[in-house]
């Protein structure tokens, strides 16, 4: 009996990124299972298969450039969609006249061109702009079992200002996710809100921790770690340094290490020597150890303004780690009671919280953090890929 074939559409997966991670890890896994191909819009020559351990497992890869468009094309596009955004109301008519204003068809017929050349049972559209753009292309794909994958929350994806949807998008996206096959959102909570307010449910499966634990923490190193990538109003590292800076007034004897790199790097450590606190913050670049470093701290802390479902919660708290949390609604779902939360964007609350950290019964919480760090194991969610895919 031959394989099926699953295809996952993403737009990257050889940089460095925690959707590409997990999607090379789900990937990866199913590949037991199924015969896999990844189509990415990476560049050919940044391909390093190293990347993630991609090189160790039977994936084929497939690399997609669109046509360019032309010039007065591209600008009456740009036209209707902005009179989309704006003013026209929020009807299936309007919904397809934006899906071709914003997918034109030169791009939309070299896509559909590239999904046909193989006879795959399945495509996975990786994050929610590739996701409804798939959704798009239904009528012109050999392939109709089409899951899209959407890995923001609902209020980073459509909250005002959004950079991938925002408010006036929110119909049209929910629009293209009932034209595909299945969606597959990160947490319960989103689920709800989609049903609650679209009268739409997704289906719900959590990201897997993503790389083996390495030694437990020990608890004894008086070190903070925060660890992701350094984007404007993200991970919120410039709350995290303000209130080091108020923790580290009476707390002259702790360490924040900052794990990542991105546009802000510089301005982060700018800010680091206003603050005076230069000396207690380490910034260090990604790394394919970074077990080492949760080995080595004593808190972990996410001081995120948005997340979809963090990976780097999983990954701390599979080494025993205590975490400070911005009370995020995907990070409460992750972690219960578990974690100590601050109110987001509040620096000054966190930096209580990260006072509250240094006095906790640090034995206990270690054990409990593992114990819930076991609901993110791999081979538990990759069965529930596996039941979705056979389902269709």
């Not at 012109?140 to 890995?151: F, K, N, P, T």
Request: charged content about 20%.
């Amino acid at each position: 009996m031959n394989q099926q074939r699953i295809c996952f559409l993403v737009e990257s997966i050889f940089t460095i990124g925690g959707v590409q991670r997990v999607t090379a890890v789900i990937a990866q896994q199913l590949s037991r299972h199924y015969d896999v191909t990844i189509v990415t819009f990476d560049p050919s020559e940044s391909v390093d298969t190293s990347l993630y351990g991609l090189d160790q497992w039977p994936i084929h890869y497939r690399f997609f450039r669109y046509p360019q468009i032309p010039k007065l094309k591209k600008q009456l596009c740009k036209a209707y969609s902005l009179l989309y955004r704006r003013c026209l109301p929020q009807i299936p008519l309007t919904h397809q006249g934006y899906a071709h204003s914003s997918f034109p068809a030169e791009l939309r017929h070299a896509l559909a061109d590239e999904l046909n050349q193989a006879p795959y049972d399945v495509i996975i559209g990786v994050h929610a702009p590739i996701a409804t753009r798939l959704a798009a292309l239904r009528c012109q794909l050999q392939c109709q079992r089409l899951i899209g994958w959407v890995h923001n929350s609902f209020d980073a994806m459509f909250q005002s200002g959004s950079f991938y949807a925002g408010h006036e998008l929110e119909r049209y996206f929910i629009y293209q996710f009932q034209r595909l096959s299945r969606t597959v959102v990160l947490y319960n909570r989103d689920a709800d809100r989609y049903w609650q307010e679209h009268s739409y449910r997704p289906m719900v499966i959590y990201n897997p921790l993503t790389l083996t634990p390495g030694n437990s923490s020990k608890g004894d190193s008086r070190k903070f770690l925060a660890v992701g990538r350094m984007t404007k109003d993200h991970k919120g590292f410039d709350l995290l340094l303000k209130a080091f800076a108020l923790f580290h007034e009476r707390n002259i004897n702790w360490t924040l290490d900052i794990v990542g790199e991105g546009p802000e790097h510089d301005s982060l450590v700018q800010m680091a020597k206003e603050s005076g606190i230069e000396k207690a913050v380490c910034f260090h670049p990604f790394t394919n150890d970074i077990q080492r470093y949760y080995s080595e701290a004593q808190v972990f802390v996410l001081s995120s303004r948005w997340e979809g479902l963090p990976l780097v919660l999983a990954e701390a708290m599979s080494h025993g780690l205590p975490v400070v949390s911005s009370d995020l609604p995907t990070c409460q779902e992750a972690m219960g009671d578990f974690a100590i939360y601050f109110h987001t964007g509040n620096y000054r609350e966190l930096a209580i919280r990260l006072d509250e950290a240094t006095r906790i019964d640090w034995p206990a919480k270690s054990a409990e953090a593992k114990s819930v760090a076991a609901k993110f194991d791999v081979e538990k969610i990759t069965q529930q890929w596996i039941s979705l895919i056979n389902s269709l």
